[in-house]
């Protein structure tokens, strides 16, 4: 089975999601963000698979084009 590795820039996507979802209720952060990761099959997630591994590479909004995001940030295994 393979493993799913967070980049530092999902990572990052993920603080900033929980920090500004927390200014309203850091209770409901906490399980928004639990959701998120547990339902990475589901969401637009960039992620590379190489061998065994799955590293996230980005979390990108629905609404977002994701071409902009890219060439706004880019999306490295760090």
Not at 47 to 59: E, M, N, R
């Amino acid at each position: 089975m393979a493993e799913i590795i967070w980049s530092a820039l999902a990572k990052e996507h993920l603080r900033e999601i929980d920090a500004y979802i927390s200014k309203g209720s850091p209770f409901y952060s906490i399980i928004f963000i639990d959701k998120l990761i547990a339902s990475v099959e589901k969401n637009r997630i960039v992620y590379s698979i190489q061998g065994d591994d799955v590293t996230i590479l980005a979390i990108v909004h629905g609404a977002m084009d994701i071409r902009k995001n890219r060439d706004r940030e880019p999306w490295d295994f760090t």
